[in-house]
């Protein structure tokens, strides 16, 4: 069962892409399998620092197939931008792959995003880069797939179609019309581009999996954005999760091995919803600055709060997370004394399970447990050994109360700031 995934643990950003990076030393496939570019991956190498929308993170080693899966929904204009954006600073994309059954993303679908934020009616804090209405679009059958890209004439029919629809509700909701000719050669010219990288990568990666190679399933967001699981209303539009992998790369689920759950040694959220451990005091601020918490797609500031474990464990719980990939553990260092969240208050008594409840969730005192802090730098540890008994006494009791096991640790950005923890 060569096929592993790695998921996000909390609400995104928990650095996903440097570890995907890391376990691609050993992976022939990597496969992006939910979302859009409304993630961002943030990878370094050396002094160079990049950042990742919808290419998948194995794109910097060229042995590896980087497949864009069937259940992302990509911008054919953005991705190609991002592709020339990775060339011109000398990486070779040439193993990048798209799925012939993505669902495409247009300029209405942009425009939709930001009407719908801007109307009277729940504000999600979405990126503007037109993920729910591109999702919703599959979901009404209406929606053009990257197949199309090697058809400039069904494109374009399709498209025409597609935004006269929308200039029609653009038009009742006060909001411009696109200039459709336009857009549409901005499309075509991306098109062009793209189209030889269009596969029917459910044949390649399940040949992969046959074959005995290894691949690994890249998710973008995390557990608490699930449009099933998560906060929701405040969630993304796919299913982040580790079930997600099977529907939106095409394999099946006996082909799976181990779930790599990725986790902040704190918490942090971008955009609006309920956090119960986020902190609004000079402490909040300094995680949010040690630990350049800023939005890698928007460079919106996030949200900082205290580990959460009882959002974690059930993040873990149904991923199936077997193994923690914890990062930035580094950005504590400087704490006399950590809290952890192990339950919440909520009306009066103490819960350790994740409500479903966005009242519930919004009112949750957190009940918190306070560990000894290590006040010594951590970043140039390489092993186990390396870290102060403190913050291995602190990793140990996080796994503890998600019920699982370390098996890497995180001290930086850097490639060489990452190792395993040995059994």
């Known amino acids: 069962m060569p096929v592993d995934i790695l998921v996000g643990t909390q609400w995104g950003d928990e650095g996903k892409g440097k570890l995907i990076d890391v376990l691609t030393r050993d992976v022939d496939v990597v496969v992006r399998f939910q979302g859009g570019n409304n993630a961002g991956h943030t990878v370094e190498i050396g002094d160079e620092r990049y950042v990742l929308h919808l290419v998948p993170s194995g794109v910097f080693r060229p042995e590896v197939k980087c497949v864009i899966g069937n259940g992302?929904?990509?911008?054919?204009?953005?991705?190609?931008?991002?592709?020339?954006?990775?060339?011109?600073?000398?990486?070779?994309?040439?193993?990048v792959f798209i799925s012939n059954r993505t669902q495409l993303i247009f300029a209405y679908h942009r425009t939709m995003d930001r009407i719908n934020e801007s109307g009277t009616g729940v504000k999600i804090?979405?990126?503007?880069?037109?993920?729910?209405?591109?999702?919703?679009?599959?979901?009404?059958?209406?929606?053009?797939?990257?197949?199309?890209?090697?058809?400039?004439?069904?494109l374009a029919a399709g498209f025409r179609a597609e935004a006269e629809?929308?200039?029609?509700?653009?038009?009742?909701?006060?909001?411009?019309?696109?200039?459709?000719?336009?857009e549409l050669a901005k499309v075509l010219a991306a098109a062009a581009k793209l189209a030889p990288r269009v596969r029917d990568t459910v044949y390649i990666v399940n040949a992969a999996v046959k074959a005995g190679k290894q691949v690994l399933f890249e998710g973008a967001q995390g557990a608490l954005l699930d449009?099933?699981?998560?906060?929701?209303?405040?969630?993304?539009?796919?299913?982040?999760?580790?079930?997600?992998?099977?529907?939106?790369?095409?394999?099946?689920?006996?082909?799976?091995?181990?779930?790599?759950?990725?986790?902040?040694?704190?918490?942090?959220?971008?955009?609006?919803?309920p956090f119960?451990?986020?902190?609004?005091?000079?402490?909040?601020?300094?995680?949010?600055?040690?630990?350049?918490?800023?939005?890698?797609?928007?460079?919106?500031?996030?949200?900082?709060?205290?580990?959460?474990?009882?959002?974690?464990?059930?993040?873990?719980?149904?991923?199936?997370?077997?193994?923690?990939?914890?990062?930035?553990?580094?950005?504590?260092d400087d704490l006399e004394k950590i809290a952890i969240c192990v339950g919440y208050e909520i009306d009066g008594r103490v819960t350790k399970e994740f409500p479903a409840s966005l009242a519930e969730l919004e009112s949750a005192k957190p009940v918190l447990e306070y560990l000894p802090g290590w006040q010594c730098d951590t970043s140039s540890?390489?092993?186990?050994?390396?870290?102060?008994?403190?913050?291995?006494?602190?990793?140990?009791?996080?796994?503890?109360?998600?019920?699982?096991?370390?098996?890497?640790?995180?001290v930086g950005p850097r490639r060489d700031q990452t190792f395993s923890v040995q059994a």
């Not at 979405?126 to 069904?154: H, N, Q, V």
């Not at 629809?165 to 336009?182: M, S, T, W």
């Not at 540890?381 to 640790?409: F, G, Q």
């Open 72 to 95: 992302v929904v990509a911008d054919p204009v953005a991705l190609q931008e991002e592709l020339e954006g990775l060339e011109k600073r000398g990486i070779d994309t040439g193993n």
């Open 125 to 154: 804090g979405t990126t503007g880069r037109g993920i729910g209405p591109a999702y919703a679009d599959k979901m009404r059958r209406t929606g053009i797939r990257a197949i199309d890209l090697t058809s400039p004439e069904r």
């Open 165 to 182: 629809k929308y200039n029609q509700i653009f038009k009742r909701c006060g909001a411009p019309e696109l200039d459709v000719e336009a």
């Open 227 to 273: 449009i099933d699981h998560g906060t929701y209303p405040f969630v993304t539009s796919s299913n982040t999760t580790s079930g997600g992998a099977c529907t939106g790369g095409g394999v099946p689920p006996q082909s799976v091995r181990d779930v790599w759950g990725v986790i902040k040694a704190y918490t942090t959220r971008v955009g609006e919803g």
């Open 276 to 332: 119960p451990t986020e902190l609004f005091d000079d402490c909040g601020e300094n995680l949010r600055q040690r630990g350049r918490e800023f939005g890698a797609t928007t460079g919106r500031p996030r949200r900082c709060g205290w580990f959460d474990a009882v959002a974690s464990h059930y993040a873990c719980m149904v991923n199936g997370v077997n193994k923690l990939a914890v990062t930035k553990l580094d950005v504590l």
């Open 381 to 410: 540890a390489r092993c186990w050994k390396d870290l102060p008994e403190a913050a291995r006494n602190y990793l140990k009791h996080m796994a503890e109360l998600v019920d699982s096991t370390v098996a890497i640790v995180s």
